[in-house]
T-cell receptor, first 116, second 113 residues
Framework: DTEVTQTPKHLVMGMTNKKSLKCEQH?????MYWYKQKAKKPPELMFV???????INESVPSRFSPECPNSSLLNLHLHALQPEDSALYLC???????????????FGEGSRLTVL | AQSVAQPEDQVNVAEGNPLTVKCTYS??????LFWYVQYPNRGLQFLLK??????LVKGSYGFEAEFNKSQTSFHLKKPSALVSDSALYFC???????????FGAGTRLTVKP
């Protein structure tokens, strides 16, 4: 069982809608991630939060807006998406890399997004 | 930039036979290497990692991986494959200077009865 919970599992939205994906973990991890995965492709890094601050933004379009309200929660706000944004969106968390920590990522089950 | 490559899109093995899924890496400095497995419509599950120490790393579900510095490889292995091992396998490398984790293209493993 995954300890990273993502909601909703499935989301269908129109190009003019505003929706949000949510992610929650209670493992005390201070690094949280958003990845985008297209079918039969590897996950592509979108954003990384470290201690609730955005540390990596992989040139993601502004129609994707991340938010980290606290150390346990990570949101991805969606607005004016395009059909090509349809994908599996994966959230992950890990221990912060410091003092020799080399923690693996723990992934949620993903939110499958379809943009019509 | 750090990266990993998985040269095989697909690996087919018969149940009970040994399996190998290949991965090579390119890093500056010491590599932090990982293997993950993904079942259909699921998230990624961690299998094992190499940070330092013994070159043979043992992980979940009977998998192991051999780190070879001279060949810059980190191949995933299992002595006896199960049909339930059929899945998508990703090799990954982590940058020790930040929290960046990069994945290889993935290898689809099919184990036939």
């Amino acid at each position: 069982d995954t300890e990273v919970t993502q909601t909703p599992k499935h989301l269908v939205m129109g190009m003019t809608n505003k929706k949000s994906l949510k992610c929650e973990q209670h493992m005390g991890h201070r690094a949280m991630y958003w990845y985008k995965q297209k079918a039969k492709k590897p996950p592509e890094l979108m954003f990384v939060y470290s201690y609730e601050k955005l540390s990596i933004n992989e040139s993601v379009p502004s129609r994707f807006s991340p938010e980290c309200p606290n150390s346990s929660l990570l949101n991805l706000h969606l607005h004016a998406l395009q059909p090509e944004d349809s994908a599996l969106y994966l959230c992950a968390s890990s221990r912060q890399l410091s003092g020799g920590e080399t923690g693996e990522l723990f992934f949620g089950e993903g939110s499958r997004l379809t943009v019509l | 930039a750090q990266s990993v490559a998985q040269p095989e899109d697909q690996v087919n093995v018969a149940e009970g036979n040994p399996l190998t899924v290949k991965c090579t890496y390119s890093v500056s400095g010491n590599p932090y290497l990982f293997w993950y497995v993904q079942y259909p419509n699921r998230g990624l599950q961690f299998l094992l990692k190499y940070i330092t120490g013994d070159n043979l790393v043992k992980g979940s579900y009977g998998f192991e991986a051999e780190f070879n510095k001279s060949q810059t490889s980190f191949h995933l292995k299992k002595p006896s494959a199960l049909v339930s091992d059929s899945a998508l396998y990703f090799c990954a490398v982590r940058d020790i200077n930040n929290n960046d984790m990069r994945f290889g293209a993935g290898t689809r493993l099919t184990v036939k009865p």
